[in-house]
């Protein structure tokens, strides 16, 4: 045979691999993508361990690879592993300072490790990339809430609602902090708007009676804390309301016959309303 056949004969090079002969940091990057799918792949399928692993061969492989880092993130994210989970989301934001996934997680990571400033750093600044982000302004309402802020958790709920409309917790929260800003017919237009959402919840009907029972409403406050215990029978702190609203109506048979129940059920409730509710029970008999 002659040696121009044996030439033609010669297996060739596959083209993928003499590209990587030549441009190293492409097969590098293969390798990389090949270990970051597996990856998204394995976090599909719950394989968490085995997820982090993969993840962590394509960041060996390419150090910037800015999307391995983020659902590394988000795989320890998933362990709870806020300490490891910010630093993954850190380098995603450092790699892609645009990326908003990265930085509501690195916000929300920062408040789990009680770097509440950090983390409403980050927040907004991922509100300020998208201002319409539903889930960055619940978790900004949720922070500031935290910190007593009353105000800005208002206004981002407010802003989440307008998001979505049917979000009875945001509404319930409004509600609530309204009321600690002493907005009672603000209060209680939230609450309203939280029952109509979800009006087999006791936890919303007792926060309207509180606001009733602060506006001087003793009618409206009983009406919503004897809804409340008949959606949860065990709700002990609308029974210590209505104990006290009805003792001051002078309606020794209703007040005491709720406070009995308060302290039948708030085995949890803090020691000076149950000595408070022993003490009126006793000058009922």
Same mark, same amino acid.
């Given at each position: ?5 044996? =030439? ?5 090079? #596959? ?8 441009? #190293? *940091? ?15 792949? !394995? ?61 509501? @997680?690195?916000? %929300?990571?920062?408040?789990?490790? @009680? ?7 980050? !927040? ?17 309402? =949720? ?10 958790? %208002?206004?981002? !709920? ?30 209680? /237009? ?8 979800? #009006? ?8 309207? *009676? ?18 409340? /215990?008949?959606?949860? #029978? =065990?709700? &002990? ?6 104990? /006290? ?9 209703? &007040? ?6 308060? !302290? ?6 803090? &020691? ?7 003490? =009126? ?5």
């Amino acid at each position: 045979m002659s040696p121009r056949v044996k =030439r033609i004969m010669t297996p060739a090079v #596959p083209v993928t691999l003499a590209l990587a002969l030549l441009v #190293p *940091g492409l097969a590098r990057a293969d390798v990389a993508a090949d270990h970051y799918n597996l990856a998204v792949q !394995l976090k599909r399928e719950n394989k968490i361990d085995q997820a982090i692993a993969e993840c962590l061969q394509a960041i060996k492989a390419r150090s910037t690879f800015a999307a391995a880092h983020r659902t590394l993130g988000s795989l320890y994210r998933i362990q709870n592993n806020y300490e490891k989970a910010a630093s993954e989301y850190e380098l995603t934001v450092k790699l892609e300072p645009k990326d908003l996934e990265a930085r509501m @997680n690195l916000g %929300i990571a920062y408040i789990k490790l @009680n770097r509440q400033d950090d983390g409403i750093r980050e !927040l907004e600044a991922a509100v300020d990339m998208k201002p319409d982000d539903y889930e960055t302004r619940v978790a900004l309402g =949720r922070v500031y809430r935290q910190k007593g802020d009353y105000k800005h958790a %208002i206004e981002h !709920l407010q802003k989440a609602t307008e998001l979505k409309p049917a979000d009875a917790d945001a509404w319930g929260t409004i509600g609530h902090l309204k009321s600690k800003t002493d907005d009672k017919e603000g209060a209680i /237009v939230a609450y309203k708007k939280a029952l109509s959402l979800r #009006p087999e919840d006791a936890e919303l009907h007792f926060g309207l *009676g509180v606001v009733y029972r602060r506006q001087r409403k003793t009618d409206d406050a009983i009406a919503e804390y004897q809804v409340a /215990v008949q959606k949860n #029978p =065990r709700l &002990a702190k609308a029974y210590y309301d209505m104990g /006290v609203l009805y003792a001051q109506d002078k309606k020794n048979a209703e &007040a005491k016959a709720a406070f009995e129940k308060y !302290l039948k059920y708030g085995t949890n409730e803090d &020691a000076a309303s149950r000595k408070d509710a022993e003490d =009126r029970l006793k000058t009922f008999k």
